[in-house]
């Protein structure tokens, strides 16, 4: 059984921060590239932020890029989001997903094979 879980999520005043966690379980978690993804209200699902399997490649969109960081830590089986600088247009719930992939951070959303459940982001004076 694949799972993963994140958790960090909350209550944050705009300019404020957040650090979002993933973990993983059941699986080599070493082969696998992971994206952060989120999703507001009446809105697509689109990725925030991109990490290869070795952790030497991120990627992020012009609308977080700067102010949002990726990393992860395969001895610990996680992956990090560090939030800063939150706009109320962050809002949102965010999700971790992976797929096995040796090389490259970033996949077309529909390729990635794990998800996790999410944990909301409010962002609000």
């Known amino acids: 059984q694949l799972q993963l879980v994140e958790s960090g999520g909350g209550l944050v005043q705009p300019g404020g921060s957040l650090r979002l966690t993933c973990v993983a379980s059941?699986?080599?978690?070493?082969?696998?590239?992971v994206g952060w993804f989120r999703q507001a209200p009446g809105k697509v699902r689109e990725g925030v932020a991109y990490?290869?399997?070795?952790?030497?490649?991120?990627n992020y969109p012009d609308s977080v890029e700067g102010r949002f960081t990726i990393s992860r830590d395969d001895a610990k089986r996680q992956v990090y989001l560090q939030m800063n600088n939150l706009k109320p247009d962050d809002a949102a719930v965010y999700y971790c997903?992976?797929?096995?992939?040796?090389?490259?951070?970033?996949?077309?959303?529909?390729?990635?094979?794990?998800w996790g459940k999410g944990t909301q982001v409010t962002v609000s004076s």
């Open positions: 059941g699986f080599n978690f070493d082969y696998y590239a």
């Open positions: 990490i290869s399997s070795s952790g030497d490649s991120t």
């Open positions: 997903a992976a797929v096995a992939r040796s090389k490259g951070a970033q996949f077309p959303i529909y390729e990635y094979d794990w």
